[in-house]
């Protein structure tokens, strides 16, 4: 096991990744469904104890990268530029895209997928890129690693901010292709993939998933819209 650690002070030569607190996750989010991430340890083979802690390397310098954004001055444009980077690396997006899509994703032709895909990156990247460059992060540390399933480590971390108490983060980090990526993050024990896979069915009942496309558009408007003024 990784040893949790108090806080990592940002390296200054690095730059660009993700996340924080409840009030800040909790709207950018959507609160909602749970990870049902169990808190006791597991047992764990050699093999598989050390890709949980390669995992645990891996969130460990995101949260690194992330104080050395916090801790560089210059505009919220610039911040919003450097935050896009953090999530586009740290997420795989890709995959969060079919899974919150469920079922309706196979229905899919050759041009949906694409324009879904387009859709709801940006509406990701600029949305959450956008609530972080206001957020303020003190500290990160990690508090526990365990497996989840076969392929996924979940790191827990408690992330500490400018105002208001610690908060308990769990990322879930799949490797594929020789890379990590975050395929999910709970707040609170409140999971981004679920929330959004419950919201988007919702949607798609209603409207089919051209109105799902719309409304992920028409927010990503509204955010560009806030943005300038």
């Given at each position: 096991m ?8 940002p ?37 598989q ?11 460990d ?16 444009s610039q ?6 980077q ?9 995959f ?62 408690r ?14 980090v ?18 981004m ?26 927010r990503?408007?509204r ?7």
């Open positions: 990784i040893r949790p650690h108090r806080s990592m002070k390296s200054a030569a690095q730059s660009g990744y993700m996340m924080r607190r409840r009030g800040f996750l909790g709207a950018a989010f959507a609160a909602g469904a749970g990870l049902l991430l169990a808190s006791s340890p597991v047992m764990v083979a050699p093999a104890a050390a890709d949980e802690q390669a995992a645990g390397r891996y969130i310098e995101m949260g690194r990268l992330l104080l050395s954004i916090q801790s560089q001055p210059g505009t919220i911040r919003e530029a450097q935050y896009r953090f999530l586009g690396q740290g997420l795989d997006l890709n969060i895209a079919r899974f919150v899509l469920g079922r309706s994703y196979r229905d899919l032709n050759p041009d949906q997928a694409s324009e879904y895909h387009d859709a709801f990156n940006e509406f990701v990247l600029r949305t959450y890129a956008r609530r972080l460059a206001g957020f303020q992060v003190r500290g990160f540390a990690i508090t526990g690693l365990r497996a989840a399933g076969d392929a996924d480590t979940v790191v827990s971390t992330i500490d901010v400018a105002s208001g108490q610690p908060v308990q983060c769990d990322w879930r799949r490797e594929t292709n020789q890379r990590f990526a975050v395929i999910d993050l709970a707040l609170e024990g409140v999971s993939s679920l929330t959004q896979r419950n919201e988007f069915a919702s949607l798609i009942n209603s409207n089919g998933v051209a109105g799902l496309i719309a409304v992920l558009r028409a990503v408007d955010e560009t819209i806030s943005a300038a003024r």
